[in-house]
Each structure stands twice: as C-alpha cells, then as structure tokens.
C-alpha cells in the first residue's frame, strides 16, 4: 500500500498568515491526490481534487500543486474558519486510497 | 441535494457482528462508486471498504480483510458494511462517502454525518 505522510503534524499560524501543508507519497500517485478539511465532530469536506482542482464552493484562497510524491496544499491568508485539520489521500490506481495522518492547523 | 446518512452504530461486545447503513439520496446512486471511511476517536481518517457501482468490485483495508463485507442496493439507495468478529480497534466514527465522478474512481466529494460504533464488554 502507498503511505502517505503530511508535515508538520500541528500547525500554530495566525489570522492573515500565509499556511503551507506538505504531504509526501511513499511512492508516484501521478496527480491522483485530494485535500479534505475537517472541524471537530463534523465530516470531511473536500478542498482539492486531482492536486491543484478546486472544488466548487472553497475558497480561492486554498490552493494544491505538486505530482509524483510531493504535495502542498496552501492557504494564502488564513480565516477565522479555516482553524481545523487538513488530510490528503491519494486515489492513484488500485484502494485502499489512504490518507495521511493528518495536519492540525491552530490558533497561535 | 446529495445526502447520505449512517446508521446501525451502536455497542457491541468483542467479537460481535453489526450492519452498518448509509441511505443515499439527490443523485443517481448507481451511478457512483461509495464508500466506508473510519475515524477512531482522536485519530485521523481510515479507508476501510470501497464499491463500484454495480457491486462487482469490492476494495477492503488489511485491517478489515476478511471481517467486513461492503454491499449495496441501487434499487434502494443503500450502502451497507457488515461488520464481523468486531475488535476494540474497530471502535470509530463510520462515515459513508461518495465518489467525485459517476463511473469512475475519484476523490471523496459528500460525506455522511458518520455513525459511532462501540466495542466494549
């Protein structure tokens, strides 16, 4: 199976910042990558589809790039509402798509 | 609007069975790969089970093999993942998820609310 690993782990930024998030491949996904945003006790929501597409409805000022193995996923001024923890997952070829481990985005 | 909503969770001692549901509704759900995602508490999210759309190809992590059985109904608009020989590590948040693209294998764009599965004695 692919392992896919983001850094850091915690995140301490504030409002107006500029946030970078790194997720790395254990080997190529080509662009077969997704970021998901998740608030405490809520589901998973979609941000970025195929590396660098953004869903409908975010924000512009989340952005994904990268193939292969390296990733980023940046937020380019932080929001109030953007306090949560950001996973990838790729869905490269055959399942299970795993996700990485996770990057919790806090107040500093 | 799409919408999917989990139920089934509940307590369930060790070694225990339990079905899992997701109802699926404002869209084709035949049209749609699904799938079964996992949260432990305080954890990050796990792919357990994935489904193609006419249930021919069923996809599983390792750590459920040969315990968990995803399924579905079209006619319905159900997903299903029976649960079996249930340990304390299957303990989580289940969420159902829909795949980003009709007839083909994408990103995961709606999610359930999630249901709570407990194992405990």
């Known amino acids: 199976d692919i392992q896919m690993t983001q850094s850091p782990s915690t995140l301490s930024a504030s409002v107006g910042d500029r946030v970078t998030i790194t997720c790395r491949a254990s080997q190529s996904v080509n662009s077969w990558l997704a970021w998901y945003q998740q608030k405490p006790g809520k589901a998973p929501k979609l941000l970025i589809y195929?590396?660098?597409s953004l869903e409908s409805g975010v924000p512009s000022r989340f952005s994904g790039s990268g193939s292969g193995t390296e990733f980023t996923l940046t937020i380019s001024s932080l929001q109030p509402d953007d306090f949560a923890t950001y996973y990838c997952?790729?869905?490269?070829?055959?399942?299970?798509?795993?996700f990485g481990q996770g990057t919790k985005v806090e107040i500093k | 609007e799409v919408q999917l909503v989990e139920s089934g969770g509940g307590l369930v001692q060790p070694g225990g069975s339990l079905r899992l549901s997701c109802a699926a509704s404002?869209?084709?759900?035949?049209?749609?790969?699904m799938y079964w995602v996992r949260q432990a508490p305080g954890k990050g999210l796990e792919y357990v089970s994935g489904?193609?759309?006419?249930?021919?190809?069923?996809y599983y992590a390792d750590s459920v093999k040969g315990r968990f059985t995803i399924s579905r109904d079209n006619s319905e608009n159900m997903l299903y993942l029976h649960m079996g020989s249930l340990r304390a590590e299957d303990m989580a948040v289940y969420y159902c998820?829909?795949?980003?693209?009709?007839?083909?294998?994408?990103?995961?764009?709606?999610w359930g609310q999630g249901t709570l599965v407990t194992v405990s004695s």
């Open positions: 195929k590396a660098s």
């Open positions: 997952q790729h869905y490269n070829s055959y399942p299970p798509w795993t």
């Open positions: 489904i193609n759309i006419d249930g021919g190809s069923t």
């Open positions: 998820a829909r795949d980003g693209v009709s007839n083909g294998w994408s990103s995961f764009d709606y």
């Open positions: 404002g869209f084709t759900f035949s049209s749609y790969a």
